[in-house]
């Protein structure tokens, strides 16, 4: 690692990265820090939530093939939870003015249909499984995630809590979301 930083590859920006979230750091502090969540399996459970499954230049005209640790039968719910993550990345673009609200409103239904689906589960403790691990989340760590995934999805993307209070004005219809947030 230090090699590669030394080197100047861990600097390096990639097709991956998404400016509107801003600069990712890649010091060496930084990428052991990452490492570290990478680690501890309530840290990573929450990170990989918010991971892309499927290659950006995917689309249903030109499909292309999600990552291989992804088992064929979970390649649905990659790509829903793909374009439900896209959808909310649209939503923090968009702000909590009024037109923002609606968008949040309609994304984080699209992304509680996701987290509410058994597949998206299967894939994230399959992904898990493949990883190795050491240690392995345990199932009830992914359940308590599951509970929280919206609450996580609708106040984590929010810089220091701002439009809390309207936020929540677009997430009073998803269904569940009392007990997420």
Request: proline fraction near 6%; charged fraction near 25%.
């Amino acid at each position: 690692m230090r090699r590669a930083v030394a080197l100047g590859f861990a600097d390096a920006t990639t097709d991956d990265d998404i400016p509107l979230l801003g600069d990712i750091s890649r010091t060496e502090v930084d990428i052991r820090a990452a490492i570290g969540r990478l680690e501890n399996p309530v840290q990573r459970l929450n990170d990989r939530l918010f991971w892309f499954h499927v290659p950006s230049e995917s689309s249903d005209e030109h499909p292309v093939r999600p990552t291989e640790a992804i088992p064929d039968n979970s390649v649905g719910a990659a790509r829903g939870h793909d374009k439900a993550l896209h959808g909310l990345l649209a939503a923090f673009e968009a702000g909590v003015d009024d037109a923002g609200v609606s968008l949040w409103g309609r994304s984080l239904r699209a992304w509680h249909q996701v987290v509410s689906d058994n597949d998206y589960w299967i894939l994230t403790l399959a992904l898990e499984e493949q990883g190795a691990f050491e240690p392995a989340a345990l199932p009830s760590e992914i359940a308590v995630l599951r509970d929280d995934a919206v609450g996580l999805a609708a106040f984590s993307l929010l810089p220091n809590g701002k439009g809390q209070s309207r936020l929540s004005e677009a997430v009073r219809d998803v269904p569940q979301f009392a007990t997420a947030h």
